[in-house]
């Protein structure tokens, strides 16, 4: 049960989500036991690698747009 709940989080935070994918791209994920083991079934696909992706351009994607939405709303 919680390895639905360590894949959600772990997406959720960009910085151990690119951990996790040079880990696996590392082939060196055994060094992170169970958790490592589901990360490598769910990443080492894939469908993993394209979700993973869609997340960290989500992660840089959003904040600029939102500060270009902010910024043309600011009289300079």
């Not at 082939?27 to 490598?40: E, P, Q």
Request: net charge positive.
């Amino acid at each position: 049960p919680l390895e639905n709940f360590s894949l959600v989080v772990s997406l959720l935070n960009p910085i151990d989500l690119a951990r996790i994918l040079m880990l696996i791209q590392l082939d060196i994920t055994a060094l992170m036991g169970y958790t490592g083991a589901v990360f490598k079934q769910f990443f080492g696909s894939y469908y993993g690698v394209m979700i993973a992706i869609g997340v960290l351009l989500c992660w840089t994607v959003l904040p600029l747009v939102l500060m270009r939405k902010t910024l043309k709303k600011k009289d300079f």
